[in-house]
């Protein structure tokens, strides 16, 4: 049921959005139906997901399934993706050059690699450890920040790391 649903729903985008033809412009990237289509899915397949993981000792066929829903949806991911990251790179190096581009495609690419990692958890992670991360991080438990190689604490009420 996943894997179809993932398969259905990258379908759905790439026609709607008429990928990989058209890259999508990078500043509406997050915004588009390539996030939001699949965060709709991820709630339920994050319970499907969770009661595959919980059947892994019963049977080798729950870790092949899982194996099976993991490369689809990034499979799926990339196909969705590989275009318009491709050609927003292409367009950096175009207007700023190497130097330049270097610069602003880190950044591009650090919040990309959030914004995805941020989804596959949504489908993958386990949603009992992130409602008990969440809560604590609320009721004011510390978090740990890395930035530019230093480890700092900041407490729940501290403004976030700057958006990229």
Do not use: W
């Amino acid at each position: 049921a996943v894997v179809d649903r993932i398969k259905q729903t990258s379908s759905d985008v790439q026609a709607v959005l008429k990928l990989p033809r058209v890259p999508i412009a990078a500043d509406k990237l997050e915004a588009s139906l390539v996030y939001t289509r699949f965060h709709g899915i991820s709630s339920r397949s994050n319970m499907l997901l969770t009661i595959v993981r919980k059947r892994l000792h019963r049977s080798e066929s729950y870790g092949e399934l899982l194996t099976l829903c993991r490369n689809t949806y990034c499979g799926a991911r990339e196909t969705l993706l590989r275009n318009t990251v491709r050609a927003h790179m292409d367009k950096l190096k175009d207007q700023h050059g190497l130097v330049g581009m270097t610069r602003l495609a880190s950044v591009f690419l650090i919040r990309l690699c959030t914004v995805e990692t941020a989804l596959y958890l949504d489908f993958f992670g386990d949603s009992q450890k992130r409602q008990k991360s969440t809560s604590e991080n609320q009721d004011g438990g510390e978090a740990v920040v890395m930035m530019r190689g230093d480890t700092k604490k900041k407490t729940a009420n501290a403004p976030a790391a700057a958006t990229l």
